[in-house]
Nanobody, 124 residues
Framework: VQLQASGGGLVQAGGSLRLSCAAS????????MGWFRQAPGKEREFVAV????????YYVDSVKGRFTISRDNAKNTVYLQMNSLKPEDTAVYYC??????????????????WGQGTLVTVSS
């Protein structure tokens, strides 16, 4: 599966952005999908994951209550709605897919497919 992330940009603190990740291939609905981010000078960080059905979602503590991951299997797309953005959310955001039928756990590892990243900049 190939992944294409989009939707990044510059936003003021407190604002919102919606990231999208469009996937190619006919197996999208069988992949658990995740979002990661990498801030300048820092390691890549897990942000959120959603099961293949959309029935299970998990988030890193720092974004709980502000970010929502969702998916539309008919459109082969996964989304990350980001509200109440903070300057510390500034990073390149990547979407990733686990191999088909792999379980959602472990949430932070086991992703075989990666998108190219989209930059989110939150100004104070």
């Amino acid at each position: 599966v190939q992944l294409q992330a989009s939707g990044g940009g510059l936003v003021q603190a407190g604002g919102s952005l919606r990231l999208s990740c469009a996937a190619s291939g006919r197996t999208f609905s069988s992949h658990a999908m995740g979002w990661f981010r990498q801030a300048p000078g820092k390691e890549r960080e897990f942000v959120a994951v959603i099961s293949w059905s959309g029935g299970s979602t998990y988030y890193v503590d720092s974004v709980k209550g502000r970010f929502t991951i969702s998916r539309d299997n008919a459109k082969n797309t996964v989304y990350l709605q980001m509200n109440s953005l903070k300057p510390e959310d500034t990073a390149v955001y990547y979407c990733a897919a686990k191999p088909p039928d792999d379980p959602i756990y472990p949430m932070e590892r086991g992703y075989d497919y990666w998108g190219q990243g989209t930059l989110v900049t939150v100004s104070s």
